[in-house]
């Protein structure tokens, strides 16, 4: 099984990113493989079946900021964050922390 992970903070008052929603979708055939939130403490971990992964298809990581940022009364220009990625290894672990803010963000890959 695959592992994906986040860490997600939140850069506007230095917390971390509870409550976030986070769907894992397959952009070759639009299939959610997961939906969940992220844990009190921003983070995410869900393990993706080998059947799911297919390594010449891109997979999208979507973070629904719009609604964390409503919910603390902040207009947000960032409403939705996704980033796109691809899975070669079923076995494979792909952590992606990113920092957030109401008007960007920053990320990066790593195992």
């Known amino acids: ?13 230095g917390t971390h990113g509870e409550g976030i929603a986070v769907q894992l979708r397959n952009t070759k055939n639009g299939s959610v ?3 969940v939130k992220m844990d009190a403490g921003g983070r995410l971990s ?11 298809v891109s997979y999208e990581l979507i973070f629904d900021t719009g609604t964390y940022w409503a ?4 207009n947000a220009k960032t409403n939705e964050i996704a980033l796109r990625f691809e899975m070669h290894d079923p076995d494979g672990v792909y952590h992606m922390p990113i920092i957030i803010s109401p008007n960007a963000y920053s990320t990066w890959i790593s195992s």
């Open 1 to 13: 099984m695959a592992k994906i992970s986040s860490h997600t903070l939140n850069g506007f008052d």
């Open 33 to 35: 493989i997961f939906s």
């Open 46 to 56: 869900q393990e993706v079946s080998a059947h799911h992964v297919e390594p010449d």
């Open 71 to 74: 919910k603390r009364g902040i």
